[in-house]
């Protein structure tokens, strides 16, 4: 498949071969204005990322936003974050239903571990579908974690 051609699986939509890959939302959800979440990797299968890994960490971030669980998220930030913003400010910022997670496919590309600081690169792919149209933009953002408490917390609110 081409960047330019209809996607005929989740797993071959982004055009390259990656070994993990988070799909978020469908053309559906985009048309209706929803985000629905589905963890696969190649195509259409369950990720597993081991337990307590970063990338678990994020992933369970995309799911409870996409969920629009916004305790649960907010919950997966670190301390510092939430000394700064209240549980009902972080809801605030979804109170419109936009895009929660920034993208239709979030794919993690790399992650670097530095004792207590992880940063999760991930490639994120947003598509759009027209009456006689597809595009497709793709970017790539980090993800920022600490390890507190036991566990892996993102920095902030993940904005790819």
Same mark, same amino acid.
Do not use: N
């Given at each position: 498949m081409t960047k330019t051609g209809t996607p005929t699986a989740i797993g071959r939509a982004l055009g390259f071969d990656r070994s993990l890959l988070i799909v978020v939302g469908l053309a559906t959800a985009l048309v209706v204005g929803t985000t629905a979440a589905a963890l696969t990797?190649?195509?259409d299968q369950p990720a597993a990322y081991p337990p307590g890994s970063a990338e678990a960490a994020?992933?369970?971030?995309?799911?409870?936003?996409?969920?629009? *669980?916004?305790?649960?998220?907010?919950?997966?930030?670190?301390?510092? !974050?939430?000394? @700064?913003? +209240?549980p009902e400010?972080?809801?605030?910022?979804f109170a419109y239903g936009g895009d929660l997670v920034g993208g239709d496919r979030i794919a993690v590309a790399a992650t670097q571990v530095f004792? *207590?600081?992880?940063?999760?690169?991930?490639?994120?792919?947003?598509? !759009?579908?027209? @009456?006689? +149209?597809?595009d497709a933009y793709d970017r790539e953002t980090r993800v920022d974690l600490v390890f507190e408490d036991g566990a892996w917390h993102l920095r902030g609110p993940l904005n790819p």
């Open positions: 990797i190649g195509d994020v992933q369970a971030y995309v799911v409870a936003l996409a969920a629009r *669980d916004f305790d649960a998220a907010y919950a997966l930030l670190a301390a510092d !974050y939430r000394a @700064d913003v +209240s400010e972080f809801r605030a910022h004792g *207590d600081r992880a940063v999760v690169t991930l490639d994120v792919r947003t598509v !759009y579908i027209g @009456d006689t +149209s597809y």
